[in-house]
């Protein structure tokens, strides 16, 4: 069953000053997918995520979000349409509370004027009631109930990005970019991630686009995937397609190895 | 009497200053400086509207910080569209600042240029300062403790994240910058119309300085902290009268001592009402130990 497009992109080339960080690439993610993109460090795949989150402009080509175009539009509006994004390098507010940061995302833009604000009328303290109330549903769907006081810089790594994927779907997105979100966690960390990619995907039938390097990671959540490298896509199609392509294994394996692999 | 109502009056107007740099440089991380700038704008605007214009004292002063706030409004578009943060931004309010000095030191018509403007009525009581001083202080706690103030203590934070969490960040920093210039304003305005008169050089670089030296003293993430260093900040100079050439030098002491101690300010994240609450439980504890104490003693 073929449902629309998400998002799509339109042979897009970025190129900076003599380097072209991608070119010609074009791929489209469905409603409801679980698509990955992968490749060796340095192919694209995070100017790609920026692309699309509006901090870089590409030099050619279209991304269209439900049919309409996110280029040169700010963060703050591409958000609005409905786009919210992880970092390989966490952006938490690290001083904040851990509840805190996750309550940033549900009122970014406050439900009253700042005339309310300034008067403190009612209504204010009743958008805070409901928004920590909120908060502390999604931090115990994320099991991080109990660590709600913690400041979020203080939290250990895995949780970081946990707490990053939680503010992410806190500002009701319909589609969510994951950039590495397993980087820098041990194996057991990992499996419990899976699981809870799946869950959210489950749960808010969300349509995701992944960056990562596990391999067996991407193989046991991803419905599609699409392999850059250089900047050029290699592949795209099923896991188990791709992980079988010889092309794809020279990429991420180099020549010699992968005659020893054949 | 009349000595002590003198300072308390003059703490308050530091108060309202300090308020809308809270916003600014305390919760929004902006750093300004040139928020001397606002306070001449206010004080010479409401100054003429009430001699040439017949307005009435709190109008005049009113509209006065409502002209403040537009020349805020002013210089932010090109500075914020931009995106000057840090160092940038406060150069470019330091240029404002200076601009503000020249410019009115050089225009003769209405304000005298550099001869300074005399005979504005004295207005200014204890009792205006005091209910003003209240009213701005209730609107900024309100806008703080909203999640307006939420919004900007983030974008401190982490821009980039901020903005991807659907913030408008140029609204946002816009907003902080226009409250910092009425607050300024309206305190320039109303010391104006206590000290009678108004020079070029009333609202120096020194002044903002001290603006600043408020909110880091008091703490970045407070406003009671602000306020407390504001009122500290304004009696000082009454009471190290005696040495005042020395004063400039200990504030510079006073500075890097808390720099270096306490570098998130003397409160930081706290309110003085959550520290006396805690205080106060504390004191419960250690009355409830004694009591149980004393009936196991006996």
Same mark, same amino acid.
């Given at each position: 069953? @073929? ?6 992109v339109r ?37 790609m ?5 509006g901090s ?31 970092y390989?390098?966490?952006r +938490? ?6 509840e ?13 004027s700042?005339?309310?604000a300034?008067?403190?009328l009612?209504v204010?303290k009743?958008?805070?009631? @409901? ?7 999604? +931090? ?5 109930? %109990? ?8 939290? $250990? ?23 590495e ?10 499996n @419990? +991630? ?18 990562? /390097?596990?391999? %067996? ?6 419905d599609?995937?699409?392999v ?14 791709v ?20 | 009497m ?10 308050g107007i530091?108060m ?24 001449s ?8 509207? /009430? ?5 009435p ?12 706030t ?38 003769? $018509? ?15 009581t ?7 001083t ?5 609107l900024?706690?309100n806008?703080?403790?909203? /999640?307006?103030?939420?919004? +900007?203590?983030?974008?401190?934070q ?27 304003? !309206? ?5 104006a ?6 020079? $070029? ?8 300085? %001290? ?15 602000p ?11 009454e009471?190290?009268r005696? !040495? ?26 706290? @309110? ?7 205080l ?19």
């Amino acid at each position: 069953m @073929e449902t629309k497009p998400v998002i799509e992109v339109r042979n897009v080339t970025i190129q900076f000053g003599s380097l072209k960080a991608n070119s010609d690439v074009s791929f489209s993610v469905r409603q409801g997918e679980l698509f990955g993109l992968i490749g060796p460090n340095g192919a694209g795949k995070t100017t790609m995520f920026n692309a699309m989150t509006g901090s870089v402009t590409p030099t050619q080509g279209d991304i269209l979000f439900d049919g309409k175009s996110v280029l040169k539009k700010r963060a703050d509006e591409i958000c609005k349409m409905g786009i919210s994004r992880t970092y390989q390098n966490i952006r +938490l507010f690290p001083q904040m509370t851990v509840e805190e940061n996750v309550e940033i995302g549900l009122h970014a833009v406050p439900q009253y004027s700042r005339l309310a604000a300034f008067l403190g009328l009612p209504v204010v303290k009743r958008t805070e009631r @409901e928004t920590k109330q909120r908060a502390r549903e999604f +931090l115990n769907r994320f099991g991080l109930l %109990d660590k709600q006081d913690m400041k979020a810089g203080s939290l $250990p790594y895995a949780m970081q990005r946990k707490l990053e994927i939680a503010r992410a779907l806190a500002t009701s997105p319909k589609f969510l970019l994951l950039d590495e979100p397993a980087a820098g966690m041990n194996n057991d960390e990992c499996n @419990e +991630l899976v699981a809870l990619l799946q869950q959210v995907h489950q749960d808010f039938h969300m349509t995701t686009l992944l960056i990562e /390097h596990h391999m %067996d990671l991407v193989a046991s959540l991803c419905d599609k995937l699409c392999v850059l490298n250089l900047g050029k896509v290699l592949r795209q199609g099923t896991p188990s397609q791709v992980q079988k392509d010889p092309e794809v294994i020279q990429a991420y394996l180099g020549d010699r190895r992968r005659k020893r692999y054949e | 009497m009349k000595y002590t109502a003198t300072v308390l009056l003059l703490a308050g107007i530091n108060m309202i200053a300090v308020s809308g740099c809270t916003v600014l440089t305390g919760y929004g991380g902006m750093f300004s400086l040139g928020q001397a700038g606002f306070m001449s704008i206010g004080a010479y605007f409401a100054a003429c509207f /009430h001699i040439y214009g017949h307005i009435p004292f709190l109008l005049a002063v009113l509209l006065g910080a409502l002209v403040s706030t537009a020349a805020a409004v002013l210089i932010g578009f090109p500075v914020l569209k931009n995106k000057l943060t840090g160092d940038y931004f406060a150069v470019c309010m330091l240029g404002f600042g200076e601009a503000v000095r020249l410019i009115s030191a050089n225009f003769k $018509p209405y304000i005298k240029g550099a001869m300074g403007l005399t005979g504005i009525p004295r207005k200014t009581t204890l009792t205006v300062v005091v209910v003003c001083t209240l009213v701005v202080l209730f609107l900024i706690r309100n806008y703080l403790k909203s /999640h307006y103030g939420k919004n +900007l203590i983030a974008i401190r934070q982490q821009e980039v994240a901020a903005e991807m969490m659907g913030m408008n960040i140029m609204s946002n920093k816009m907003w902080a910058l226009a409250i910092s210039g009425f607050t300024c304003g !309206f305190a320039g305005a109303l010391y104006a119309f206590y000290a009678t008169t108004m020079y $070029p050089t009333t609202y120096g670089s020194a002044k903002s300085t %001290d603006l600043n030296a408020a909110v880091v003293f008091g703490g970045v993430n407070s406003l009671s902290g602000p306020m407390m260093a504001a009122i500290i900040l304004a009696a000082m100079p009454e009471v190290l009268r005696a !040495f005042a050439m020395w004063r400039l030098v200990i504030y510079g002491l006073l500075f890097v001592v808390i720099m270096l101690f306490r570098p998130e300010g003397l409160f930081g994240n706290k @309110e003085i009402a959550g520290e006396l609450k805690r205080l106060w439980r504390w004191i419960k504890r250690v009355w409830a130990w004694r009591t149980t104490g004393r009936k196991e003693a006996g």
